[in-house]
């Protein structure tokens, strides 16, 4: 049981339909290698024969000669892209063509997955090319062996200061991450502290080097993130003037050594300027000056540095109603564009403000015509329920992918933008903040898997459906019994939905109990230092960015968005809060006013928890006992919180406004 938490979507559970077998079979008796084998395909050959022996309880014959006529072929063509490959098949030979090593090792994942879904292979026809070259995951492990905004457990790297010897997890993970076509990742975490600024020095180089090598092995670049200020926290220099000469001789020294040691790691990941963190401005640069420093001392070796974009005044004053924490991306970013190295990408979170249950989408994608860019999510749940709720994610990343920006015309998505296509990017991508630690089911909550699968999935290929990115990790994850299918997807469909109707209303977003971001206090960051407002009071609430007579953040999107939201008539109902402050009595297009629309989904948000635990209790006999006994706890515990939500705003927005529930349903 604790084995098969684990295993995640790579159960490989023995096939009992001898139908299905006998038609399979011919496919998988052989493998013929028609290529120069190294580590990465010697791990695709391994998985191969796992998922067989399990599957089929077949030894799979690997023959590298080329000389079978049935059963699995692999070949490579270089003149496919690195990562594309193709999947074709007769009645009983399934060529498998790649245009590298990783991509067969994507290929042979791609055919395990197939079966797992009970697919059938013959007549098969595929050609799958993601639509991200870069498809990341960055992680927020401290080396203390904690993880920022971690709710599954510590970290598998590392521990009291050190990595952690025992390898296993690691490779285990690089398998879970290649399964779904990532391939790049950072270990640590944006905020470096003392100990890890020196994760680039001798102290744990060799360390970095042999974890780096097992990445490399499922077809991974492991990147680090740095300390802007690392010269003077190593207490080489007494500056990290990005112009100083003796600050660019010490990350020209430092790139040179860290690349000696570790010839393959992608680059650095710097979180400069933000949340307290060091940076150029401490010196009177901007940020391209920064990054292209850090740019130039890698760039011999081949390294990327990718410059984090979260800058912003977290001292926002009350009374000051003109600046904006939701401007401050595109007004730091915007007057720099162009202005970046070559291997300088710009890491944009894809909300303004941070990672809410709803936001608008940040009006810098699309803005920066000449500089790479990385679209950043965020997997684990930070304020969507910290992996204790059950919160599809995938619903609202899709949203955010589909978002017409209008940059250059009507259809201009943002998955068409990050994806490089749009401005013609040398590097471009997509990355999520990880939501895994050392939990014996990698999650903490098991369905919250789905996230981390649907994650990879989604940003291989932006077309697929929800529901279908659902299906496929149920199918693999609790097997094929249809009500059990069936009855999971009506708990997850709907989960996103249910989370933003209990939570934070219409856009406004907050309202959690302030650092650690877990429950609702409405005004836990109205009145904190840490300025992030909603302006409630006894006639209304909502933030005004309009430009007529708030903060101009509506400004910052192309006319057709800008109109959009700036009009309180056609601003969407969603995000009303987000753009405009109104009293409780406007009335929202779906005909409620707001403080109805307010009771109105709370008690509708607490229904539906009610109901995925109805749906989760009707498959006590269909899933083994120990996932099905920890979902179950996570659910009732949602529930609570899920009340607790409800009535701390229904309370608050009744004390405030005097207007009574139309329904009169208890409001304490
Ligand atoms: C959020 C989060 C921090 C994190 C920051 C970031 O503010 O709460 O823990 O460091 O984002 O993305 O850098």
Known sequence: EKLTSYRAWLQYEQIENQDYVSKIKPFVQHVAVDLACDEIIDNALIEWQTGLSSMFQINASIIKDGSVDKGLVLKLDQD?????????????????????????????????????????????????????????????????????????????????????????????????????????????????????????????????????????????????????????????????????????????????????????????????DSENRPGPFTYGRDHAQGANMLGKAVEPYGGKV??????????????????????????????????FNDNVILQIKNGP????????????????????????????????????????????????????????????????????????????????VTNVGIDYNWTGHTIAQLNFYGYGRLIWNPDLTSEEIALEWIKQTFGHDPKTIETIMKMVMPSWEAYENYTSPLGIGWMVNVSHHYGPNIDGYEYDMWGTYHFADRNGIGVDRTIATGTGYTGQYHAE????????????????????????????????????????????????????????????????????????????????????????INSYFYRKSGIADEQNRKIY
């Open 306 to 339: 990718i410059w984090r974009c979260f800058v912003y005044n977290n001292k926002q004053d009350w009374r000051d109603r003109k600046t904006d924490r939701a401007r401050a991306a595109y007004d730091h970013f915007k007057p720099l564009d162009g202005e």
């Open 80 to 272: 496919y892209q690195e990562d594309a490959y193709v999947l074709r098949a007769s009645d009983d030979q399934l060529i498998l063509t790649g245009g590298s090593s990783r991509a067969i090792l994507y290929g042979v994942f791609h055919i395990l997955r197939l079966i797992q879904r009970r697919a059938l292979l013959a007549g098969l026809s595929i050609k799958e090319t993601p639509k991200n070259k870069i498809r990341m995951i960055n992680h927020w492990d401290d080396m203390n062996g904690s993880v920022e905004r971690g709710y599954a457990g510590k970290s598998f790297f590392f521990d009291d200061y050190q990595f952690i010897k025992d390898r296993q997890r690691v490779y285990d993970y690089a398998r879970l991450l290649s399964s779904v076509g990532i391939n790049a990742l950072t270990i640590n975490n944006v905020n470096v502290h003392r100990i890890e600024t020196e994760l680039v020095t001798d102290t744990f180089l060799s360390d970095v080097k042999q974890t780096s090598d097992i990445f490399n092995q499922y077809g991974i670049t492991m990147y680090l993130s740095i300390n802007y200020a690392a010269p003077v926290e190593l207490g080489v220099l007494t500056t990290a003037d990005p112009l100083d000469e003796d600050v660019i001789a010490f990350w020209g020294k430092t790139a040179k050594h860290v690349y000696d040691v570790v010839p393959n790691l992608g680059g650095f990941l710097v979180k400069a």
């Open 561 to 648: 968005n800008r109109d959009l939201y700036e009009s309180i008539e056609t601003c969407p109902d969603e995000l009303l809060l987000f753009f405009h402050h109104v009293p409780y009595t406007h009335v929202l297009k779906s005909g409620k006013t707001v403080i109805q629309h307010i009771y109105d989904t709370h008690h509708k948000g607490v229904e539906q928890v009610e109901e995925m635990i109805a749906n989760w209790d009707s498959l006590a006999d269909k899933v083994d006992e120990r996932r099905h006994q920890d979902v179950k706890e996570r659910l009732s515990h949602q529930l609570w919180s899920a009340k607790e939500w409800r009535d701390t």
């Open 353 to 432: 403000m941070d990672f809410q249950v709803r936001e608008p989408v940040s009006p810098l994608i699309g803005e920066l015509e000449n500089t790479n860019q990385f679209l950043e999510f965020q997997i684990a749940q930070e304020y969507l329920g910290q992996q204790r709720h059950l919160v599809y994610l995938i619903p609202q990343w899709k949203e955010v992918l589909e978002f017409d920006t209008y940059a250059k015309g009507e259809n201009t998505k943002v998955k068409d933008i990050v994806s490089g296509e749009v401005f013609d990017n040398k590097i471009a991508g997509i990355v999520a």
